[in-house]
């Protein structure tokens, strides 16, 4: 109660502050982007003007912190920081946002090699780790991200600067060759405890992995009408459907699988996907798929307290065999909200954005450990819950992010927003 009370005054007088000072048409009383341009640093590489974004931040200082033996930076957090960057352009008109997403994007292609995959990490000697088991050169988790900055940043410097989205362009087409090798996979299924696999998803069935290339993929053929594009976001989308589990009435209701028989929060985009490939495709099945799991799979699962993992077991029933409570992280927040508030602007249901504000609420203290895990003065993001009575303080680049990135939308849509304020009233 005492934390929720400390940010709805918080919230009261930035919402006045920002009507005396003419607030954009959005009003972001809550987004503030003050810790994550600390972590911002342009630099050059090559003699090119870039940026990268500082991987971690600890308590109580939250001075930069490097990754051990891995480096200062990665396309993970600069694609994603980007993606939010982009986004904060768009609905608050912020020019420097989109500068910074540009310089992002760019040390993003600096680390794409000449076959179009990515390497993730810079050291701090500014030479790319390029044999690093979270770095080396590959069609897994930094690619997906940075195709999804490199998508989104084509979506929307087509009109603004047709010049540079031409080079983004270029860019997503030298990744083409790699998805078709992937897709050669399709249709094959592989059984994995009892549970269908689709081979042709990244790290053979990771939907998780996938569903984030597929936002980058979509926002680009949103743009360009690229047919070869939407042919992939088809084939794709029957691989994520494939990993939906259950319906309205029968346990565990619409849920997507992450990665062969186990769910996890964080990095589930599978919704959000699925949703915005339906209505660039006409598809309302993959619609319908996305709207089965946020009706039914997200309510229950804020009713269990937004545990961070499932393994499922199949015999006569699906049934859990292992939960892991913890940790929770905003990575595993964001992903519904986005897909919550993507089916409220498809379908019109304000059910969708009044689930994303209750969604959000988690940042504010709606959680196991009854914790602020975001901080509206600073912009911090909390690195995770870890128990019932503990909570990790650190601010790294990810949490941070991917609060703001959530708290971001939901402050854009009026339903959503009145729905997370009605809770910091309480």
């Known amino acids: 109660m005492k934390v929720r009370l400390a940010i709805f005054v918080c919230f009261s007088f930035l919402i006045f502050f920002a009507c005396e000072n003419s607030p954009p048409e959005v009003a972001l009383d809550l987004v503030h982007f003050a810790h994550l341009n600390?972590?911002?640093?342009?630099?050059?590489?090559?003699?090119?003007?870039?940026?990268?974004?500082?991987?971690?931040?600890?308590?109580?200082?939250?001075?930069?912190?490097?990754?051990?033996?891995?480096?200062?930076?990665?396309?993970?957090?600069?694609?994603?920081?980007?993606?939010?960057?982009?986004?904060?352009?768009?609905?608050?008109?912020?020019?420097?946002?989109?500068?910074?997403?540009?310089?992002?994007?760019?040390?993003?292609?600096?680390?794409?090699a000449e076959d179009g995959l990515f390497y993730n990490f810079l050291f701090a000697d500014h030479h790319i780790n390029r044999d690093g088991k979270t770095s080396f050169k590959s069609l897994g988790w930094w690619s997906a991200r940075g195709i999804w900055a490199l998508g989104e940043g084509y979506r929307v410097f087509r009109q603004r600067d047709p010049r540079y989205a031409e080079?983004?362009?270029?860019?997503?087409?030298?990744?083409?060759?790699?998805?078709?090798?992937?897709?050669?996979?399709?249709?094959?299924?592989?059984?994995?405890?009892?549970?269908?696999?689709?081979?042709?998803?990244?790290?053979?069935s990771a939907a998780d992995a996938?569903?984030?290339?597929?936002?980058?993929?979509?926002?680009?053929?949103?743009?360009?009408?690229?047919?070869?594009?939407?042919?992939?976001?088809?084939?794709?989308?029957?691989?994520?459907?494939?990993?939906?589990l259950g319906d309205a009435k029968t346990f565990p209701y619409g849920l997507f699988r992450s990665w062969r028989n186990i769910w996890h929060g964080w990095a589930n985009s599978q919704?959000?996907?699925?949703?915005?490939?339906?209505?660039?495709?006409?598809?309302?099945?993959?619609?319908?798929?996305?709207?089965?799991?946020?009706?039914?799979?997200?309510?229950?699962?804020?009713?269990k307290g937004f545990p961070r993992e499932f393994e499922f077991a199949r015999d006569d029933s699906i049934w859990i065999r292992r939960t892991e409570q913890y940790s929770q992280i905003a990575y595993a927040i964001r992903p519904p909200i986005l897909a919550a508030l993507a089916l409220h602007r498809i379908t019109h249901e304000d059910r969708f954005a009044e689930l994303a504000g209750e969604l959000a609420t988690w940042f504010f203290g709606n959680n196991s450990a009854r914790a602020q895990m975001y901080d509206p003065r600073t912009g911090r993001g909390f690195d995770g819950i870890l128990s019932a009575n503990e909570i990790n303080n650190n601010a790294g680049a990810e949490s941070t992010i991917e609060a703001l990135y959530a708290l971001l939308e939901v402050e854009a849509n009026a339903i959503a927003r009145r729905t997370l304020l009605r809770y910091l009233e309480q």
């Open 210 to 244: 996938t569903s984030e290339l597929l936002l980058g993929l979509a926002a680009y053929a949103q743009a360009s009408g690229d047919e070869r594009v939407k042919h992939y976001l088809k084939i794709f989308a029957e691989g994520l459907s494939a990993m939906q």
């Open 167 to 204: 080079i983004l362009k270029s860019h997503l087409e030298k990744t083409f060759a790699h998805i078709d090798t992937l897709l050669r996979h399709y249709p094959e299924v592989d059984t994995v405890a009892e549970f269908p696999s689709p081979k042709w998803l990244l790290y053979n």
């Open 271 to 303: 919704a959000h996907a699925l949703a915005i490939i339906g209505e660039l495709l006409d598809e309302e099945k993959l619609v319908s798929a996305a709207k089965l799991e946020a009706s039914h799979f997200y309510p229950d699962w804020i009713t």
């Open 38 to 112: 600390h972590l911002y640093e342009e630099i050059a590489l090559d003699g090119k003007d870039m940026a990268i974004i500082h991987i971690y931040s600890e308590y109580p200082d939250y001075k930069w912190v490097d990754a051990q033996d891995e480096g200062i930076a990665c396309v993970d957090d600069a694609a994603r920081a980007a993606v939010l960057y982009l986004r904060h352009y768009e609905i608050a008109n912020d020019t420097t946002s989109l500068r910074r997403a540009r310089r992002l994007i760019d040390f993003c292609r600096h680390l794409q």
